[in-house]
């Protein structure tokens, strides 16, 4: 795995993020998310659809080889949901929503 959950931890203390969600349920999702979620190593295939920002396309390439989707605030992402599953955080609180 290329450090995917390293990064949602660095991702999490933003201030920006941090403002809205408190150090201890950061810490908490990490723990939840390190106990239930999938691992898979990095795929070898490149893409099937490339970001602006090159540094995104392996979380293009795991997505489609986990059948999953992704929760981004990254525009280089979002700009890409037209071709692939790329939710806002929101949107994707409102799609869990919806599915209650």
Known sequence: MRGTMVELGRVLSYPKISARISATDAEELIDLLHRHV???????????????????????????????????GDSHLLDLAADVPVYSPRAFLDLIESLR
């Open 38 to 72: 999938l691992t898979l190593k990095d795929p070898q295939a490149a893409p099937s659809v490339s970001s602006r920002d090159p540094g995104d396309d392996y979380l293009l390439s795991l997505a489609a080889a986990a059948s999953g989707v992704l929760v981004s």
